[in-house]
T-cell receptor, first 116, second 117 residues
Framework: ETGVTQSPTHLIKTRGQQVTLRCSSQSGHNTVSWYQQALGQGPQFIFQYYREEENGRGNFPPRFSGLQFPNYSSELNVNALELDDSALYLC???????????????FGEGSWLTVV | AQKITQTQPGMFVQEKEAVTLDCTYDTSDQSYGLFWYKQPSSGEMIFLIYQGSYDEQNATEGRYSLNFQKARKSANLVISASQLGDSAMYFCAMREGRRTGANNLFFGTGTRLTVIP
């Protein structure tokens, strides 16, 4: 148990639709990041939120967007879904400073998205 | 250039034997962290072990140890006394820098470990 929970666990969407994935971070963790893991590959960093602001982004187009709420939970939104967006989406949380165990980065169980 | 390289797509090990999973990394930062995660077929990424670039001793967590060779930029995972439940994908990952709130990890392509009874 990592204390990071994601929902939904599985979903199927049609190309062109929009999807929202949710993540509840571990208690005390104010940094949340999102990763996309295509089949047979390692996770790729999408972006991260620190104290409700985006403070890092990987090589993903603007149709990938997110939010972080005051309780540090987070959402990943993907607009205009494409077939290649089919993947496992992982959320990770950590404390904000290395001195407080910032080497500890815990992942949720992920959301499996299939775009048809 | 790849930041994390895992050259073993698949590995087999006999139950109760030890196995080493290779990982090399590429960074110009002086401060960085190296992680190993286990991913069973369910998809959850399970944290195994962490090594900081300034840590002088190799990290150990139970049956997991990290063979950190800084000059060679390698961070191999050693699993001792393999168990059937160890069969999974294993990912090496790196975080660069010490920026507050940064948990941008670069992952390798993974190694699929199969433990044989």
């Amino acid at each position: 148990e990592t204390g990071v929970t994601q929902s939904p666990t599985h979903l199927i969407k049609t190309r062109g639709q929009q999807v929202t994935l949710r993540c509840s971070s571990q208690s005390g963790h104010n940094t949340v990041s999102w990763y996309q893991q295509a089949l047979g590959q390692g996770p790729q960093f999408i972006f991260q939120y620190y104290r409700e602001e985006e403070n890092g982004r990987g090589n993903f187009p603007p149709r990938f967007s997110g939010l972080q709420f005051p309780n540090y939970s987070s959402e990943l939104n993907v607009n205009a879904l494409e077939l290649d967006d089919s993947a496992l989406y992982l959320c990770a949380s950590s404390p904000d400073t290395l001195s407080r165990g910032g080497n500890t980065i815990y992942f949720g169980e992920g959301s499996w998205l299939t775009v048809v | 250039a790849q930041k994390i390289t895992q050259t073993q797509p698949g590995m087999f090990v006999q139950e109760k034997e030890a196995v080493t999973l290779d990982c090399t990394y590429d960074t110009s930062d002086q401060s960085y962290g190296l992680f190993w995660y286990k991913q069973p077929s369910s998809g959850e990424m399970i944290f195994l072990i962490y090594q900081g670039s300034y840590d002088e001793q190799n990290a150990t967590e139970g049956r997991y140890s990290l063979n950190f060779q800084k000059a060679r930029k390698s961070a191999n995972l050693v699993i001792s006394a393999s168990q059937l439940g160890d069969s999974a994908m294993y990912f090496c990952a790196m975080r660069e820098g010490r920026r507050t709130g940064a948990n941008n990890l670069f992952f390798g392509t993974g190694t699929r470990l199969t433990v044989i009874p």
